[in-house]
């Protein structure tokens, strides 16, 4: 019984930790969100189209799923410079202090 339980709850905090958004997102995009809790889309860019420039996101994000093969860089500047935030391939991440507003595959 105790071990039904443990596994239980272990299976429902695993669930929680992912965003339902994320769940549902197309495969082989970089998609990036309004808010830190993943609700409100603002872009989704295909892997296969990125290149190695500089990619403008159309408002400010505070959360990445990066549904790709390619690590990515983002950053608070419209150019790709600066301070910037490194995500591996296959990533989920929110971050509430940092407004981000461009990105680059690193």
Same mark, same amino acid.
């Not at 082989?28 to 609700?39: E, H, I, L, P, Q």
């Not at 889309?41 to 390619?70: F, K, M, R």
């Given at each position: 019984m105790r071990l039904a339980a443990a596994a239980f709850?272990?299976?429902? /905090?695993? $669930?929680?930790?992912?965003p339902a958004s994320a769940a549902t997102g197309p495969s082989g995009t970089v =998609? *990036?969100?309004a808010d830190a809790w993943f609700t409100t889309q &603002?872009?989704?860019? #295909? @892997?296969? $189209?990125?290149? !190695?420039?500089?990619h403008v996101l159309p408002? /400010? @994000? +505070?959360?990445?799923?990066? #549904? !790709? =093969? /390619?690590? &990515?860089? /983002?950053?608070?500047?419209?150019?790709?410079?600066? +301070?910037?935030?490194? *995500?591996?391939?296959n990533d989920i991440h929110s971050f509430i202090r940092f407004d981000a507003r461009s990105f680059r595959v690193a």
């Amino acid at each position: 019984m105790r071990l039904a339980a443990a596994a239980f709850a272990a299976a429902a /905090v695993a $669930t929680a930790a992912a965003p339902a958004s994320a769940a549902t997102g197309p495969s082989g995009t970089v =998609n *990036f969100y309004a808010d830190a809790w993943f609700t409100t889309q &603002i872009a989704a860019y #295909d @892997a296969a $189209t990125l290149g !190695t420039g500089c990619h403008v996101l159309p408002s /400010v @994000a +505070h959360a990445e799923w990066n #549904d !790709t =093969n /390619v690590a &990515i860089e /983002v950053y608070t500047t419209t150019d790709c410079t600066g +301070h910037a935030l490194y *995500f591996p391939a296959n990533d989920i991440h929110s971050f509430i202090r940092f407004d981000a507003r461009s990105f680059r595959v690193a």
